[in-house]
């Protein structure tokens, strides 16, 4: 596996790779890998060569985040990258992303979307994501991107920005890994202490109870929001929200041109704020 950080060296691999007939597939990622980053390596590798990016951006976390204690270790991520078959580590400096700095940045950035759900809670985060994003993509041109369903509204915004601004990558759904015991896996576990990985389960547990609901014929969709709410409250968790909603395109739930919808939370559990997802209804 080739190691490399500047637009001149990845664009090269790549324009090597595709003049050669090979379809290139990028995973963006922050580091801290785990099993669920490689289950969306090994799907990128279906369609020939993978890259792999590491990049803890800044833009994303506004201040008082965990930016700073995010977990970083490129030996190990890149020891399991290897073991995964990934062709290539793009793992860029502050400075081949922003060669201006920080300071008035050009954003890119999805209007509506970004501020709903945990835009609503973290109103800076989408734009941030938007904003690296779209220059991981113009850095590395590829042909396909992978993003993990886990970060459901995110994803949902990034197909956006890729369709409104004409880029032309193929945008793959990878799906959520989760844990024996249902916990969506996520580099932010491991700020989880013993007892409150034990709670963590239950976040999925309530997602899946709300959906088996609305399957069931339930269509008092707030009140289904709210009792996931006062139970994970309950079970010691402080919600941001709970929310159902259009599977499509994250529209308010009332009407589902798709008979499909996604009951989604982020929840705060001692100091890690877990997000996850269950999409339930026609098709799921
Ligand atoms: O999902 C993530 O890890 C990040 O938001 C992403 C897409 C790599 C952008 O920094």
Redesign the pocket.
Known sequence: MRIVTTKAEVRAQVRRWRGAGEKVTLV???GALHKAHMDLARLAGAGGRVIV?I?V?PT?FAPGEDFERYPRNLDADADLLREAGVDLLFAPGQEDVYPRGLDDLTRVEVPGLSADLCGAHRPTHFA??TS??AR?LLLTLPDAVV??RK?YQ?LVI?RRMTEDLHIPVEVIEGPITREKDGLAMSSRNRYLTEAERRTAPLLHAELRRCAARIEAGERDFPGLEEDAADRLAEAGFAPDYVAVRRAGDLGPPAVSPTGEWVVLAAAWLGSARLIDNVVCGAGS
Do not use: I, K
């Open positions: 963006p990622t922050m990016s990049f951006n994303q941030g994501v690296v994003v991981l993003f993990g970060d995110q990034l």
